[in-house]
Structures are given as C-alpha cells and as structure tokens.
C-alpha cells in the first residue's frame, strides 16, 4: 500500500477510535444516570447507528482516496466497530469498576474526639490523612472497639452511665453517601425536561423521570417519639462544570418511600416542625413527601441551577 495512502488509513483508524470511545461513554453514562444498564445492548446499537452516518461523511470528505466508494467506507466501518468496541466497553467497566471500589473510612479528630466520614480516606497510611486525625475502619462497628481502647476513664464513666460514648458524625456519612444521587437527580430532572418535551414516547409521567432511591445502607427510620430521623449536612454538586455548594435537609423515611422522582423549585422552604427554613431550596420529591431538599446560596445560582434543567 502507498505510504501516503497507509498514513491516511491510520488517521481513519485514529478517528474511529475516538468515535467508539465516545460513543460507549456517552450511552454507558446514560443508561446509568438512567438505571437502564439492562438496555445498554440496544442503546450502544442504536448510538452507532445515529452516529454512523457522519462517521461515514468525515471519512469520505477529509480522508478522501483511502476507500473506493461510500459502500467501501460502510464496511469498513462496521467491520471495525465489531472489532473494537468490546476493547472500549471493557475500559470503560474496568475504570469505573476500580473507581467505585474505593473503600471510604471513618477517622476520628483527635481534638474534639469526633469520629467522621471522610471520602478521601482509604487506609491508615493514606496521604491525605492530616495529623489532626487518626485512622479507625471501614466500618460502623469499627468505632466502638477503637473508642472502647482510646477513650479516657471519665468518658467510659459517661459512656457506662448512658450519659456519652463515642461522638459520631453522622451526617458526615450521609452527605457523602448522598453527594452523587442529588447530582445524579438533578441531571435525570434535566433529561426528564428535555424527553418531556421531545419524545412522545417517554416512559414516565411528564416532566418526571425514574426515581432515584435516597436510602442509604445502616441508617433506617426510628421509630421512638423522641427518635430524630431528620439530618442536616453540607456538600457540591458539578452541574455543567460548575461546582455548586449546598446545604441539606434529609428525612429518614420508611423502606420504599426514599424514593424522589421530581425536583420542585420553592424560594423557601420550611421542615414539618418549623424548626430550619431553607432559602432558595429545590425539593426533592416521591410519590408521598419530600425526601430531601437542598438550599444554594443566593438567587443567581438558583437560577443557574433552573436554567441548566432546562437548557438542551
């Protein structure tokens, strides 16, 4: 083959490698944020067909002289699709596999004593583990072994009298845990809004999409009268490349009833017992209550925040 024509040839190559790439992020990113990862065999065939066609044109217009005719071009691009995106699908579950198997641990302060969630913590020897802190597991039954070896007498004396023990953070590890599923929310709305409008043929009730569980693993709803269920806590979001900063307002519910399939934007917002007012807030709703609601810092980012649900 001519050396022009096998330069060309790996420059075709190079393309359709960027295209397979995309393409398998891009509907494995969906059908997650979608949970429709049993559908991802139709979704990865119909994203190619859709691309396939302009594939097809920037072959023939900027990589003219390598095929013959259009129906060459085809082929060769179905032919090398077939060979490749099984390699870019098993990238894409390693990567993603390794990433959400990072282990999170509790550390404590060794100041005020406090044990914390801390998501960028994964073993004693871990770098980003400050000298204010130290390391205790991976678990919630790893705090009380290391409070029973670390704490001093007079706490053990109010631990014993049912008065103390260990100070847990709590909403440390539900912030965490809900960090992702309020993001995840907020792009499903944008998707919802976006179907809603477009597709006749969209699944869910409109302007709603397929709910999002805010339950989280260990922490279940009490049941006693005087049992708080209710958590505050702070976190980010990255919607459109923009970190957003919030606070939160998370109620317990029983099983089954964490689950939010809209978001509802109100200037203010306020609990059941009148206790906190959000400004600003965005509340997450089900088929009952709300589940949780979010407060942004002022207007202009609320308003960012609508315009970015809507912008599609």
């Known amino acids: 083959m001519d050396i022009n024509l096998q330069l060309k040839l790996g420059l075709v190559n190079q393309y359709l490698d960027g295209q397979i790439s995309g393409i398998v992020k891009e509907t494995f990113d969906d059908a997650i944020r979608n949970e429709a990862l049993n559908e991802i065999d139709q979704r990865l065939e119909s994203g190619?067909?859709?691309?396939?066609?302009?594939?097809?044109?920037?072959?023939?217009?900027?990589?003219?002289?390598?095929?013959?005719?259009?129906?060459?071009?085809?082929e060769y691009i179905d032919a090398y699709i077939k060979n490749n995106v099984e390699h870019e699908v098993q990238d894409y579950i390693q990567v993603h596999t390794e990433k959400n198997?990072?282990?999170?641990?509790?550390?404590?302060?060794?100041?005020?004593?406090?044990?914390?969630?801390?998501?960028?913590?994964?073993?004693?020897?871990?770098?980003?583990?400050?000298?204010?802190?130290?390391?205790?597991?991976?678990?919630?039954?790893?705090?009380?072994?290391?409070?029973?070896?670390?704490a001093s007498w007079m706490d053990k004396v109010r631990d014993f009298a049912k008065s103390g023990g260990p100070r847990i953070n709590i909403s440390s590890y539900i912030g965490?845990?809900?960090?992702?599923?309020?993001?995840?929310?907020?792009?499903?709305?944008?998707?919802?809004?976006?179907?809603?409008?477009?597709?006749?043929?969209?699944?869910?009730?409109?302007?709603?999409?397929?709910?999002?569980?805010?339950g989280i693993d260990a922490i279940t709803r009490r049941e006693s009268i005087v049992a708080s269920n209710e958590y505050e806590f702070k976190g980010t979001m990255d919607l459109g490349c923009r970190i957003i900063p919030y606070r939160a307002y998370f109620t317990v519910r029983n099983m089954g009833k964490n689950l939010a399939n809209t978001i509802e934007y109100q200037d203010t917002f306020v609990t059941g017992g009148g206790h906190q007012l959000y400004k600003n807030a965005f509340v997450f709703k089900g088929s009952t209550k709300g589940v949780i609601i979010i407060s942004v810092g002022n207007e202009q980012v609320a308003k960012y925040i609508k315009d970015f649900i809507w912008d599609f």
């Open 176 to 214: 965490a845990k809900l960090a992702p599923k309020i993001e995840n929310a907020f792009l499903r709305q944008k998707e919802a809004n976006r179907r809603t409008s477009s597709d006749p043929n969209y699944p869910y009730p409109n302007f709603t999409f397929s709910p999002v569980d805010f």
């Open 101 to 150: 198997a990072q282990p999170y641990d509790w550390i404590r302060n060794k100041e005020t004593k406090e044990y914390i969630w801390d998501e960028d913590i994964s073993s004693p020897n871990d770098s980003d583990l400050s000298d204010t802190y130290e390391y205790v597991g991976k678990t919630f039954g790893d705090i009380r072994p290391h409070f029973n070896k670390n």
């Open 48 to 74: 190619f067909a859709i691309e396939k066609t302009k594939m097809l044109i920037t072959i023939q217009m900027a990589y003219s002289g390598v095929f013959y005719s259009t129906d060459d071009i085809d």
